[in-house]
């Protein structure tokens, strides 16, 4: 039996996780990031990371065969180098390099969001699929494609970053300072954004209510007043899920996966969510429903990084 | 020496090529397509034009390792069979077999646009280039694309269909059904919708007395009157620029290529034309210079889908 390690270096906790052949999650530990104590602080954590669960399973590092870490920002695969990882305000770091040489084990790197998409296909919702896109909606919109047996990344780029696809051209200003990405409709700071827009304008709405009751507006209670009938809030889902629609079907047009994966915290809407967004994607695949993927929702949550991160050297 | 052929199955033309090793186009053949006269005739003549290229060269089947044909339509690359093609109305034919069985040659098929990407990517505009993206503006807006040494042309979708990812979400009804796609907006038949548009409300404009001459708008006279200084037509076009500088940002985005090649009727338009796209993409690239391709316009012509077809052998 060989082992690989996954690492999901997030902006909060480092997690890593030990994980068979058949990509089952043994054991995870994790410790804070701490991002402003360095790079050498770090790297050094995610070699006590990888120690402690060598020692925890009993096995000797030989028995590992490589180590995988998924990272925010833009990389060089080939030589493991991070370009750059916004949050952690990293540039041109050798973390690859770095990790290999203070654990004595292969180690590659990839984007966390990649990670993600790769741990959904191997071991979660798409592990059935011949390929897949996975689509997060949370704060942002984040994407990783997995494409004729491997991980769709290209070198030299930050593609797929599927959230910065126009959905609108010229329309809301998005966090990347174009307009009109999906991202500026999509994510749940685009729902608040709207909903806090909606509420100004209906004062006897839930939406204006909770707000006047103390309470921020969130994904979760705008999806909730939407379910209970709000007629704001269910205007602004119902628009929602009819842009989701629009973007499923240009993300399928552009690579022709064979399942979508929606993951993120919008996951948690579960089934009739998925139902309804399958409906306004179907209208726009491009030939219809010959091609149309399958619509599903991420089955791993958090441990889909590091699943995906230790099946790296099998996928990158 | 090992030599390819290369056949571009057309509406009106089939053009058969044959190349050598370095992809140079050494002798071209070509008849009507008659798509009326059905499969085993259009087979039949590309099996004639096979034979027609050998003749001529004084080469034996055997000097001939593949042939590729490029078609309209979704196919099964595996299989060779084509799916469908609209304008020929196949449906389930096996093209690839047919012709393989007809020539004694090993036959590949891809989708046309694809070939044509491949044929710049390996002897035209990108030959220089990693990655590619090519998008065809004509009629219609087509795509085709080479990343990581090989067509990204997955099995089982027609993907990638760039001219039906959304650009403005419920905006121009477009050919395929959807509202809104980069076609609707970025073709010469959406130029020419809105230069009528512009035309009937701006009786003085030249686009008007052009019309009023008889004359039908065209890319080409909605072009020439924008450099001739018609403020109606100025307008299409810096809106048209401004578009597609949103649009292949959104290409970058998603497929992170190093060069994107702009092909079909518009590639006329020259390096004015490349410039201000490029000044418009480049706003729109995430994290920006960074990431920023090249931009070229096609070299090859009608060409390319004749040379992209024939090195289909090594990059499929």
Redesign the interface.
């Known amino acids: 039996m060989s082992y690989t390690i996954g690492i999901d270096l997030g902006g909060t906790n480092i997690v890593a996780g030990l994980v068979d052949e058949k990509y089952r999650l043994l054991d995870k530990a994790a410790v804070k990031t701490q991002a402003e104590k360095g790079f050498e602080y770090i790297t050094d954590n995610m070699a006590k990371l990888t120690a402690t669960l060598l020692g925890r399973a009993g096995l000797q590092k030989e028995q590992v065969s490589s180590i995988g870490i998924g990272s925010p920002g833009?990389m060089n695969k080939a030589t493991g180098t991070l370009?750059f990882a916004g949050n952690l305000d990293w540039h041109n770091v050798p973390l690859g390099p770095a990790v290999e040489k203070k654990t004595g084990i292969r180690t590659l790197i990839a984007n966390d969001a990649d990670c993600a998409a790769l741990g959904e296909f191997v071991a979660g919702a798409a592990a059935e699929d011949?390929?897949m896109a996975l689509i997060t909606i949370g704060t942002g919109v984040g994407s990783g494609i997995v494409?004729?047996g491997h991980l769709?990344s290209?070198?030299?780029?930050?593609?797929?970053?599927?959230g910065?696809?126009?959905?609108?051209?010229?329309g809301e200003p998005c966090t990347?300072?174009?307009r009109?990405c999906a991202e500026a409709y999509l994510s749940f700071s685009a729902l608040i954004r709207d909903a806090n827009r909606a509420a100004d304008v209906t004062p006897d709405s839930m939406l204006a209510q909770l707000r006047e009751r103390g309470e921020a507006l969130n994904g979760k209670n705008i999806f909730d007043c939407a379910k209970s009938g709000d007629p704001a809030a269910k205007g602004l889902v119902d628009r929602f899920i009819e842009?989701m629609g629009?973007?499923l079907?240009?993300v399928?047009?552009?690579?022709?996966?064979?399942a979508i994966v929606i993951g993120g915290g919008i996951s948690k809407e579960g089934d009739w969510f998925r139902r309804r967004v399958y409906d306004a994607m179907l209208?726009?695949v491009?030939?219809g429903e010959?091609?149309a993927p399958a619509l599903r929702m991420a089955a791993l949550g958090n441990d889909a990084g590091v699943i995906g991160a230790a099946a790296l050297e099998q996928y990158q």
Chains 1, 2 share one sequence.
């Open positions: 833009a370009i011949e390929s494409s004729g769709f290209p070198a030299g780029s930050c593609a797929p970053e599927l910065h696809v126009t959905l609108i051209a010229g990347c300072g174009r009109g842009l629009e973007f079907g240009s399928e047009n552009a690579f022709g996966v064979r209208p726009n491009f030939a010959t091609f």
